[in-house]
């Protein structure tokens, strides 16, 4: 199959959306890339219904988002195309992953739920969209999360050398890549999304700027310790996990009350993401000697200091080294997931997420053309 393909993904972190244009002939490469960063408005919205906190009726705030975002993720499509002077007729789709706005994929009735209505993105667009990449993988019992491996794999595992891929969203996740082995890979837990709570909090800003606050602090190890008991980080692979467990009820109640300068708390949030990511991949992956990070977290340098103090013998560096900036690696995962889907191939891997099989993802919303 020809043609080009568009990935769009909001994470948890609900910054914007990151929009990639793929071409997939002769060989997978990024040629255009946008990010429209989500009004505030907006993004305090998704952050509010995906606490549980927002104002109204649900199933109106839900609605309406879902359609509201669904219009913006179609305008981060068409500047894409503008600004590359593509015509939306060589797009042959868009991948959509849309916003989770919630994910519990250990509840009794599983579920997780992505917003962003794909019929609008369909009909604004003119181009076919796939979307709902998550929700078969959970029919088939497995998390549904984290989807990124499979990616991981076509663009970066190496023949002869063992590879880790670090994705440090609002929530980060591994993927491990050991050369002729089986991909596995897990959410291991919070990435950016205690430091951004604690830095809309404390510095009035979305987040700690190349972790700048936490660098002016020092870890707090009775808080850094309260924080590791969580019983998510010691819990077997599959898992996958959201800002429904990691969340400012979880800091307050490691917090017990206590007083700890605000600093100190960046610095301690700091080294909990770092921590957990290095235990991980100790724990799972303890011959690898390279691991490559992606998503956001890439740019927090004090982050990427401490992650690489917590390993020492690994060399920690971002995916860029391996082609793709780390802004990127995570839409043109969704652009490769839609062509897989549409050439109806599996888009899951068991050995990562748990379902019972592998399985084609995601559902096609036709162009209308
Ligand atoms: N210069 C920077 N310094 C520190 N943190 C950054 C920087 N740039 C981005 N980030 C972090 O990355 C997050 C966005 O990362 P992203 O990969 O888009 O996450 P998600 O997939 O959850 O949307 C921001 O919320 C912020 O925490
Ligand atoms: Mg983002």
């Known amino acids: 199959m020809t043609g080009l393909f568009i990935g769009l993904i909001s994470g948890t972190s609900a910054d914007g959306i990151d929009a990639v244009l793929m071409d997939f002939a002769p060989a997978p490469r990024i040629t255009a890339t946008h990010f429209s960063s989500y009004p505030d408005t907006v993004r305090q919205r998704v952050l509010q219904l995906s606490a549980g906190r927002h104002t109204g009726d649900p199933i109106d705030e839900l609605g309406g988002l879902d359609v509201e975002l669904g219009e913006l993720f179609a305008a981060a499509a068409l500047a894409l195309l503008e600004q590359?002077?593509?015509?939306?007729?060589?797009?042959?789709?868009?991948?959509?992953?849309?916003?989770?706005?919630?994910?519990?994929?250990?509840?009794?009735?599983?579920f997780t739920l992505q917003?962003?209505?794909?019929?609008?993105?369909?009909?604004?667009?003119?181009?076919?969209?796939?979307?709902?990449?998550?929700r078969r993988d959970v029919a088939l019992g497995g998390q549904g999360a984290p989807l990124l491996p499979a990616f991981h794999r076509v663009a970066f595992a190496a023949p002869a050398e063992e590879r880790v891929v670090a994705n440090i969203g609002g929530i980060s996740n591994?993927?491990?890549?050991?050369?002729?082995?089986?991909?596995?890979?897990?959410?291991?837990?919070?990435?950016?999304?205690?430091?951004?709570?604690?830095?809309?909090?404390?510095?009035?800003?979305?987040f700690d700027k190349n972790g700048d606050f936490a660098a002016?602090?020092?870890?707090?190890?009775?808080?850094?310790?309260?924080l590791l008991a969580d019983g998510y980080y010691a819990a077997p692979p599959p898992k996958s996990t959201g800002p429904e467990h990691f969340n400012r009820g979880m800091l307050d109640a490691a917090l017990t009350g206590r007083r700890v300068?605000?600093?100190?708390?960046?610095?301690?949030?700091?080294?909990?993401?770092?921590?957990?990511?290095?235990?991980?991949?100790?724990?799972?992956?303890?011959?690898a000697r390279m691991l490559y990070v992606c998503g956001g977290g890439a740019h927090n340098l004090h982050l990427m200091t401490r992650l690489a103090g917590c390993l020492p013998g690994v060399n920690v560096a971002s995916t860029e080294a391996l082609g793709i900036h780390p802004d990127?690696?995570?839409?043109?995962?969704f652009a490769w997931l839609a062509r897989e889907t549409l050439e109806a191939r599996p888009g899951n891997l068991p050995s990562v997420t748990g379902a019972g099989k592998s399985t084609v993802l995601g559902a096609i919303y036709p162009s209308g053309k």
């Open 115 to 134: 917003i962003a209505d794909p019929n609008v993105i369909a009909a604004r667009t003119g181009i076919t969209v796939a979307a709902d990449f998550r």
């Open 174 to 206: 591994i993927t491990l890549l050991p050369p002729g082995g089986e991909v596995r890979g897990f959410d291991t837990g919070p990435g950016n999304v205690f430091m951004d709570l604690w830095s809309r909090e404390h510095l009035g800003t979305p």
């Open 84 to 110: 590359s002077g593509t015509p939306a007729s060589r797009v042959r789709a868009i991948g959509s992953h849309g916003q989770t706005v919630r994910h519990r994929p250990r509840a009794r009735h599983p």
């Open 216 to 226: 002016g602090g020092k870890v707090d190890e009775t808080l850094l310790a309260a």
């Open 261 to 287: 300068a605000p600093a100190d708390v960046a610095a301690t949030l700091a080294q909990l993401t770092a921590r957990s990511i290095a235990d991980a991949v100790r724990k799972h992956s303890p011959a």
């Open 328 to 333: 990127w690696v995570e839409a043109a995962g």
